[in-house]
């Protein structure tokens, strides 16, 4: 049950935000906490069974660690280093004991048989939440939250399958403040614009794109240069979309309940470097890795060698966190050295404004960049370098991805593109459909479905430009032009949820 699906709109989420209210505004809290927390784990249940056992048995090893430092503090890193293994070790053999097994299947040459293991939809974002956590307790970060507490905020259902890795600390304090529990017409008005934005940004173009995405990587042997990059650039917008559109859902769903997710996604394609991207794309991730692995080694305080050792080491863990596969351990490896290229200080950027991110940037061997471009041409080769690694992230296998470079790096003659775009047989272009073939128009119907494709394409870039929907909601006005056009948005998307798909971060 995602949050683009009949059942959430319709039956849980209003039978959720009525009980959650009627409760709190009786000061019935605890009875309300125990309501959300069982809303929550039914919502993952929704997804297995099998999944639900899984989760609650890490909250409870995870807890019980917790109660061990908490009864004997001098215990507190020999606990800390059996959570962290306990953790980790759950996530090795759902996500990726079967990658490791091929691996020593190939390196020696035997056939070890694994069974196949279906990973449970966002251990990832649990088990590093869990993780933050034990570590925290353990370094006398975090306090002896009581058992439905700690429930709670692993289990929260808008944080629980695609992020945002939130802190323990920013969800357990905005539960426990009660001024957030009683309804607020202007919260709940923006959660609700931003649950619409983003179930239009997943529906109406993410899952369209898709339909151009799916047939170009199944058929990457058969790609001419455009048809690559037309793939291409829908993916990396398909991506976008579906990623900062489940963002805005899981935030406006949480703005509605009256808590605020940490922000997780902020227009990262406006980012002039590599570096500024991971400022601003999957944000709560890039915290972790920072906090949990980057300083512990030492971050920049062991000399120039060892930062960038350490940045690239966090990026190929950051790869590998994304999927099981030398896919993504080369798109990570490949980020890490763009990251590292932006601190070399070899290119710099023109600020735009004072408050521009690229003001703070630090070079590891520079004071002063050696040459300085503007900020709209850094933007644009970021973009095109981010575009690339794409390959990686996408691509079944390493074969797959290699062709899919061969394919995009020689011209080919353009025969495949029509094919490819006429995936996009869509309501919505019925009507120029039936023009090009009527009429006889050279292509018929191919040509409509290239012009929808086209057409899809300048969209989601221009809203890729434009601001997010955190500044929508923060600036908009709900005057009757406003909730006409939500309104437009949301039954348009209402309409095309019957062929939705699923959420590309579901699987880590």
């Given at each position: 049950m995602g949050f683009n699906s009949f059942n959430f709109i319709l039956l849980f989420l209003p039978a959720l935000l009525i009980v959650w209210f009627l409760?709190?505004?009786?000061?019935?809290?605890?009875?309300?906490?125990?309501?959300?927390?069982?809303?929550?784990?039914?919502?993952?249940?929704?997804?297995g069974m099998s999944f639900l056992l899984i989760l609650l048995g890490s909250i409870v090893v995870n807890y019980a660690l917790s109660m061990v430092i908490e009864k004997k503090p001098s215990s507190a890193k020999i606990v800390k280093v059996i959570g962290v293994i306990f953790n980790l070790s759950l996530l090795f053999y759902f996500k990726y004991l079967g990658f490791f097994?091929?691996?020593v299947s190939a390196i020696t040459g035997t056939d070890h048989f694994t069974k196949q293991i279906l990973m449970p939809i966002g251990i990832s974002?649990?088990?590093?939440?869990q993780i933050s956590f034990i570590v925290d307790r353990a370094n006398g970060e975090a306090p002896n939250y009581n058992f439905l507490e700690y429930v709670l905020y692993t289990a929260y259902f808008p944080k629980l399958i695609q992020g945002p890795i939130a802190f323990h600390k920013e969800m357990i304090d905005q539960f426990r403040e009660k001024s957030l529990r009683q309804f607020d017409s202007g919260r709940f008005s923006k959660g609700l614009m931003s649950f619409i934005i983003g179930l239009g940004k997943k529906v109406i173009l993410a899952d369209t794109l898709s339909k151009v995405v799916n047939y170009g990587f199944e058929q990457t042997y058969f790609l001419d240069t455009l048809t690559v990059l037309a793939v291409m650039l829908s993916y990396a917008f398909q991506i976008y979309l579906?990623?900062?559109?489940y963002c805005d859902m899981a935030n406006g769903v949480s703005l509605m309940l009256g808590f605020e997710l940490p922000v997780n996604f902020n227009s990262p394609y406006k980012a002039a470097t590599s570096k500024e991207l991971w400022q601003r794309w999957h944000m709560t991730l890039s915290r972790f890795f920072i906090k949990y692995v980057y300083i512990p080694l030492g971050g920049s305080r062991k000399g120039k060698v060892r930062t960038v050792i350490n940045v690239l080491m966090v990026f190929v863990l950051?790869?590998?966190?994304?999927?099981?596969?030398w896919t993504y351990i080369c798109w990570g490896l490949m980020q890490g050295i763009l990251v590292v290229w932006d601190d070399l200080g070899i290119v710099g950027v023109k600020?735009?404004?004072?408050?521009?991110?690229?003001?703070?940037?630090?070079?590891?061997?520079?004071?002063?960049?050696?040459i300085t471009i503007p900020r709209a041409l850094s933007n644009a080769l970021t973009f095109i370098m981010f575009v690339v690694s794409l390959i990686f992230f996408r691509s079944?296998?390493?074969?797959?991805?290699?062709?899919?470079?061969?394919?995009?790096?020689?011209?080919?003659?353009?025969?495949f593109l029509l094919r490819t775009a006429s995936k996009l047989e869509i309501g919505e272009n019925y009507i120029l459909r039936q023009i090009f073939l009527r009429a006889g128009?050279?292509?018929?119907?191919?040509?409509?479905?290239?012009?929808?494709?086209?057409?899809?394409?300048?969209?989601?870039a221009f809203i890729m430009t434009r601001k997010n929907t955190s500044e929508i909601i923060n600036t908009a006005k709900m005057t009757t032009k406003t909730a006409i056009l939500l309104a437009v948005i949301f039954i348009w998307s209402f309409i095309s949820l019957s062929n939705v798909s699923t959420f590309i971060y579901f699987q880590y």
């Open positions: 409760l709190n505004r009786s000061k019935k809290y605890v009875l309300a906490d125990i309501f959300l927390t069982g809303m929550s784990l039914y919502y993952y249940y929704t997804f097994m091929d691996n974002f649990f088990t590093f939440g579906d990623f900062s559109g950051s790869g590998l966190w994304h999927g099981a596969g600020r735009k404004s004072e408050d521009d991110l690229t003001k703070k940037t630090k070079y590891l061997f520079r004071k002063e960049p050696l079944q296998d390493m074969a797959y991805a290699l062709m899919m470079f061969k394919r995009g790096a020689y011209w080919t003659y353009p025969g128009l050279p292509g018929g119907e191919n040509t409509a479905y290239l012009i929808t494709l086209i057409v899809l394409l300048i969209i989601s």
